[in-house]
């Protein structure tokens, strides 16, 4: 099986691709709901995750992507209904190997065995998923019975978002906050909006946060990790790091 899938508490199942080496491992979240379930990032799209995964063909999935590098939306096109925040709508719509960072990342070394069929990786890029609905700060993703506020976070990358549902605690945080090395450091990253959304993150009630990489954590973790990301971007005496 190229996906494995775990269910977790709250309706939560989370999906991932064994053979993708954990750091390019995105972690892919399905939420069932009463209307609707959400789909939020979708994995590399190296194999189909609609034909594999059952449940996803079974009711109307909202495909959310927490932001567009091809580690997180490479099934969308598969889903009919796809969201993504406006700031890199034009990424979805148009992937290039470069502005998905593929370019950069792809090799046959990020995978433990290589995905089935004609892959290769001077090949492989992201199919265009031009999304039928655009994110915005403060918008709520209804599934009927549930509902995920929309966090514009800017930093890791410009339409990065994170998903939260104040009734469970639940955030999805995306690559925003997870518990491995953070990245700062891309074309379309930017350090400054970064500190800001981690600083307007740290107060938030979580009870559990789901990463867009690597295991869960709750909120005490969730907190050490946004000061320490803080604190190393805002070293007093070493103005010269700014711009
Ligand atoms: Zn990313
Ligand atoms: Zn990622």
Redesign the pocket.
């Known amino acids: 099986m190229w996906f494995e899938t775990r269910s977790l508490e709250d309706g939560v199942t989370h999906i991932w691709e064994p053979c993708v080496k954990p750091f390019y491992r995105c972690n892919i979240w399905h939420v069932r709901g009463r209307d609707r379930d959400l789909l939020l990032d979708s994995g590399m799209g190296v194999v189909s995750l609609r034909d594999r995964i059952a449940a996803l063909a079974e009711r109307p999935v909202m495909a959310v992507a927490s ?1 567009t ?1 091809f580690d ?1 939306i490479g099934s969308h096109h598969e889903f009919p209904e796809r969201a993504v925040h406006r700031a890199e709508a034009a990424i979805m719509a148009q992937p290039t190997r470069v502005n998905t960072l593929a370019d950069l990342y792809v090799s046959d070394e990020i995978f433990t065995a290589l995905p089935p069929g004609s892959y290769s990786a001077e090949r492989y890029e992201v199919a265009p998923a031009p999304a039928t609905r655009l994110l915005e700060d403060g918008d709520v993703i209804d599934l009927g019975d549930r509902r995920f506020e929309v966090l514009s976070l800017p930093g ?2 410009p339409g990065s978002i994170a998903l939260w549902e104040s009734a469970t605690g639940t955030l999805f945080s995306g ?1 925003t906050v997870y518990d491995g090395p953070l ?1 700062d450091d891309c074309y379309h990253s930017n350090v400054d909006d970064y500190v800001e959304s981690m600083e307007r993150l740290r107060d938030l009630p979580v009870r559990i946060v789901h990463g ?1 990489h690597f295991p869960s954590f709750g909120p005490e973790r969730y907190r050490t990790l946004i000061d320490e990301y803080v604190a190393g971007k805002r070293r007093p005496g070493c103005p010269a790091e700014v711009g």
């Open positions: 932001h590098h997180h890791h990358s690559d990245i867009g």
